[in-house]
């Protein structure tokens, strides 16, 4: 009986890697396939730099969404809160001149506030998600764009700009370490803490989670507030990368996440082969070399690839659900 037990217990960690070997073999073969097609253009050293840089931010959202979104909140109001978050850290640190410090810490607790604010919504005022996540969305993009005609109207520029200051974050070497810091937290939090546990029963099955005694109002809060934190790197990323994150209105801020919900979406098709966190690290890095394929086949950046990018979150959303039965809610 002993050695039945020992063979049953080897069998998955052989089915797994065995799954984990096949998807990496099919990805390098398409890769390989790719820059055949493209005169190997796309396998160089300078292009993957270039999808590597690109796929960090997206990467960051969804590793944000995954604490947000697998307990049951579908929150829209993530791009807003990229936004507002990452000029909040250029003016504490250029306009208030705290540097660095300014800007890590005065994106990451404005990212926890706004995320903090749309959770409330939910868990206090009990309203659907997706509502609350568009009304915060509109409140945010308000805001933002109303501060950005007061600067405009006063120094002739919408925006601060980083220039060359305080950018390390968003270029190599910074920009990778900050990349692999941010794959070994959300491993460990969704993995190994109470917290992650806690917000994966929940999205599972609320009815079961409820009776082992979890606290579904402490759990939503707890996962928004963890989730806070990644999409406030997200936006030191996208702020670091670009020098200045320009204002939108009329919930186009909606767009800035379609991306990385994508890259979820992806990772979470994959969770039968490695770990959500992890999916998210390899998905991040497939979605974003699809849009670098894309360019190089000459596809406009503009309403080509939005459609090619709807076409993805479609189909990622359709493999993320694969391995349910029943009605999707």
Same mark, same amino acid.
């Given at each position: 009986?002993?050695?039945?037990?020992?063979?049953?217990?080897?069998?998955?960690?052989?089915?797994?890697? %065995?799954?984990?070997?096949?998807?990496?073999?099919?990805?390098?073969? *398409?890769?390989?396939?790719?820059?055949?097609?493209?005169?190997?253009?796309?396998?160089?050293?300078?292009?993957?730099?270039?999808?590597?840089?690109?796929?960090?931010?997206?990467?960051?959202?969804? @590793?944000?969404? =995954?604490?947000?979104?697998?307990?049951?909140?579908?929150?829209?109001?993530?791009?807003?809160?990229?936004? !507002?978050?990452?000029?909040?850290?250029?003016?504490?640190?250029?306009?208030?001149?705290?540097?660095?410090?300014?800007?890590? !810490?005065?994106?990451? !607790?404005?990212?926890? =506030?706004?995320?903090? *604010?749309?959770?409330?919504?939910?868990?206090?005022?009990?309203?659907?998600?997706? =509502?609350?996540?568009?009304?915060?969305?509109?409140?945010?993009?308000? $805001?933002?764009?109303?501060?950005?005609?007061?600067?405009?109207?006063?120094?002739?520029?919408?925006?601060?700009?980083?220039?060359?200051?305080? %950018?390390?974050?968003?270029? /190599?070497?910074?920009?990778?370490?900050? @990349?692999?810091?941010?794959?070994?937290?959300?491993?460990?939090?969704?993995?190994?803490?109470?917290?992650?546990?806690? $917000?994966?029963?929940?999205?599972?099955?609320?009815?079961?989670?409820?009776?082992? +005694?979890?606290?579904?109002?402490?759990?939503?809060?707890?996962?928004?507030?963890? +989730?806070?934190?990644? *999409?406030?790197?997200?936006?030191?990323?996208?702020?670091?990368?670009?020098?200045?994150?320009?204002?939108?209105?009329?919930?186009?801020?909606?767009?800035?996440?379609?991306?990385?919900?994508?890259?979820?979406?992806?990772?979470?098709?994959?969770?039968?082969?490695?770990?959500?966190?992890? +999916?998210?690290?390899?998905?991040?890095?497939?979605?974003?070399? *699809?849009?670098?394929?894309?360019? /190089?086949?000459?596809?406009?950046?503009?309403?080509?690839?939005? $459609?090619?990018?709807?076409?993805?979150?479609?189909?990622?959303?359709?493999?993320?659900?694969?391995?349910?039965? +029943?009605?999707?809610?």
């Amino acid at each position: 009986m002993s050695n039945e037990n020992a063979v049953k217990r080897k069998l998955p960690m052989t089915a797994g890697v %065995r799954n984990k070997l096949i998807a990496l073999a099919v990805l390098a073969a *398409i890769f390989i396939i790719l820059n055949l097609i493209l005169g190997g253009r796309f396998l160089t050293l300078t292009n993957i730099k270039t999808i590597v840089s690109h796929a960090v931010f997206p990467a960051f959202v969804a @590793w944000g969404m =995954i604490f947000i979104f697998t307990s049951g909140i579908v929150d829209l109001s993530l791009g807003a809160n990229v936004l !507002l978050s990452a000029n909040v850290g250029a003016i504490c640190a250029v306009s208030l001149g705290l540097g660095y410090v300014g800007l890590i !810490l005065g994106t990451i !607790l404005c990212a926890v =506030i706004c995320q903090h *604010i749309s959770c409330r919504c939910v868990v206090t005022l009990k309203i659907p998600s997706w =509502i609350a996540g568009l009304g915060v969305a509109l409140v945010f993009e308000a $805001i933002l764009s109303q501060y950005a005609a007061v600067r405009a109207s006063g120094s002739g520029s919408s925006v601060i700009n980083l220039g060359d200051s305080y %950018r390390a974050l968003g270029q /190599m070497p910074g920009l990778a370490i900050l @990349w692999l810091l941010g794959l070994v937290a959300a491993w460990l939090l969704y993995n190994r803490t109470s917290a992650g546990i806690n $917000i994966r029963a929940i999205g599972g099955n609320e009815a079961v989670a409820s009776a082992m +005694g979890i606290n579904k109002k402490k759990t939503l809060l707890v996962g928004a507030l963890i +989730g806070a934190v990644f *999409i406030g790197v997200a936006a030191i990323v996208q702020l670091s990368y670009n020098s200045f994150v320009a204002p939108q209105s009329g919930l186009n801020s909606i767009s800035t996440i379609f991306k990385a919900l994508a890259t979820m979406l992806l990772a979470q098709s994959f969770s039968y082969i490695v770990s959500v966190p992890v +999916g998210v690290f390899f998905s991040a890095i497939i979605v974003m070399a *699809i849009f670098n394929v894309l360019t /190089m086949f000459g596809v406009p950046s503009g309403t080509g690839q939005e $459609i090619c990018l709807g076409v993805i979150v479609i189909l990622c959303g359709i493999m993320s659900q694969l391995k349910y039965k +029943g009605v999707v809610k």
